[in-house]
């Protein structure tokens, strides 16, 4: 059977160079997707990378499009003059 790895608030606080408040206000908004068990909260491993940037969720894709397409869409001719720069 695969055993799970978990960081705690304050491990992952470290590995981010964040304080454990910082990362227990992510954790209760939401940003950070953590499993409470009893008092204190677990993030699995896998959600690590995606914290980190290297693995985006489709959610976050979705929003990145969104905001360029908006962004192209709005500043497009300034866009290309600077690229002929």
Do not use: H
């Not at 978990?6 to 408040?21: D, H, M, N, V």
């Not at 699995?44 to 959610?59: D, M, V």
């Amino acid at each position: 059977m695969k055993e799970n790895k978990y960081f705690t608030i304050p491990q992952l606080a470290e590995i981010l160079g964040l304080s454990r408040i910082a990362i227990y206000k992510k954790v209760k908004r939401g940003e950070i997707k953590a499993v409470k068990i009893g008092r204190n909260y677990a993030i699995p491993e896998a959600r690590i990378s995606e914290i980190l940037g290297k693995n985006l969720s489709k959610r976050t894709k979705r929003i990145i499009e969104e905001a360029v397409r908006k962004t192209v869409k709005d500043y497009g001719e300034v866009l290309r003059m600077l690229g002929n720069d």
